[in-house]
């Protein structure tokens, strides 16, 4: 088994992509970060016609946005009702609308930049753990349909789980078809190829080590030599160290692993995924799994928040719970086991925000191959002029100094939600 990301094995870096040979000296707007984020904001602003680098410090994508699961599913991390109850039902709407919008805009890039990535509306299956999850789906579909008029999403009670999913390890699920489904590598490296022609430049290996304010802007210090920007976008996300410290008290590290198996026979995935559907259960400590487009079981989740865990330990805890989810793929062996960073915000709300003239976006919770691509569009539009507003920078933005421990408190949280899952 190798210890190494399969999307990007199996689909690498394309070398084609024009990067630049020497750091620029100055720039309008200076992207750190070249996942999702910070490449969707580069189209927005190079297509206005702004002078723009994005900074990576390895290849572009190379963050979560390459590991991930490729999964592209409706709402927020924080959970609907308690979004209602802390910013009102308007702004839930908002909020659940956006989100919806989030998954179009994802197609709609794809479509308009060519981007050969598997993208496909496969729907996805949330699957409940224990039977009061079951009921609790039942009461957040009848919310979604009386005050948010969304009516997509369908139960499917415990006898009827089988149409969907060869396993009976699940007390019912609710289906829904709006979500969808890329192939992450090709979604990232597609996109890093369209900036490219937007005109963006595309600095890769390239580390920003201290931002410093200055007369009209920020210098940017990096590996390969300073750059000058009238302004700076933090689109670092799981992967934000202390360049802004108010920008890394809002979020905090947490890690999410993956295995993938050898490829199944046909007659096996029909049985294990008859619709191909994207899918997670309802535990804290979440599973998420899914057929990749050549046929591999892939299963992610974590049994501990550490981004540090031993790959070839994850893998075995991972190969137990898929196991126990799909009893068929006992002696199937596993390929790959891999690992990346979520950014995790203490209200679970992704925000855009502005520190010591540095602007931000991130927070995700693991929710993100969607959202941070419209989050980035929006952050783009917004220093592109094209845009006044927007809903994630006028809530309010949880902070606390005590992010930068995350190694210290979240044991703590691991253990709790560990009983949580444990309770009947
Ligand atoms: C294992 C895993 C599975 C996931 N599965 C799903 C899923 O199925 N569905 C879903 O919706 N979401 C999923 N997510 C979340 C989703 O992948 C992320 O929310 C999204 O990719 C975030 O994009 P981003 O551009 O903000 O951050 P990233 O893609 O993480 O990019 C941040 C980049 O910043 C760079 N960087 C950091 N500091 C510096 C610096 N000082 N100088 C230069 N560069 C710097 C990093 O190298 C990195 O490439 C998953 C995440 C992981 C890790």
Known sequence: MKTENFWAEQHPYPKN?????????????????????????ALVLAQAGARVAVLEQNT???????????????????????????????????????????IDHVERV???????????????????????????FRSNLAMLDRDFGYRNGRLLAPSEVATEIGS????????????????????????????????????????VLNLQAETGGHALRTNRGTLH???????????????N???RTGIFPVGSYIIVTEPLPAALQAELSPRGRMMYDSANFLIYFRL?????????????????????????RLQERMVAVYPQLRDVPLTHSWTGKLG??????????????????????????????????????????????SAFLNIAHPRNPVAFFERLFLPFVAQWYRLQDSLA
Not at 17 to 41: H, K, S, W
Not at 79 to 85: C, E, G, H, T, V
Not at 299 to 307: E, I, Q, V
């Open 245 to 247: 410290f108010r920008a």
């Open 229 to 243: 920007a009238r302004e700076v976008l933090l689109a670092t996300n799981g992967y934000t160290t202390n360049l």
């Open 168 to 207: 009976t390890a699940f007390h019912g699920a609710v289906v829904d078809d709006v979500s969808g489904s890329v192939h992450p590598a090709k979604y990232a490296f597609g996109l890093a190829a369209a900036v490219a022609r937007s005109g963006a430049l595309l600095c890769e290996d390239t580390r």
């Open 292 to 316: 990749t487009p050549d046929g591999r079981m892939l299963f992610g989740g974590r049994n501990n928040l550490s981004t540090a865990l031993d790959l070839h330990d994850s893998a075995r």
């Open 60 to 102: 572009f994508g190379w963050g979560a946005s390459s590991r991930n699961g490729g999964m592209l599913t409706p709402g927020l991390k924080a959970p609907l009702s308690w979004i209602r109850k802390t910013h009102g039902l308007e702004l839930a709407r908002h909020f659940w609308g956006w989100a919806l919008e989030s």
């Open 344 to 389: 995790i915000t203490f209200d679970l709300m992704p925000h855009i925000g502005r520190v010591n003239g540095v602007h931000y976006a991130y927070g995700y919770c693991g929710h993100g191959v969607s959202i941070s691509s419209y989050l980035g569009k929006e952050v783009g539009e917004l220093l592109a002029g094209k845009r006044t507003a």
């Open 110 to 136: 794809v479509t308009d930049n060519s981007i050969a990535c598997d993208w496909r509306r496969s729907g996805h299956l949330a699957l409940a753990t224990k039977p009061a999850h079951f009921e609790r």
């Open 17 to 41: 992509i024009p990067v630049c040979e020497q750091l620029p000296e100055r720039v309008d707007v200076a992207i750190v970060g070249g996942g999702f984020t910070g490449m969707n904001a």
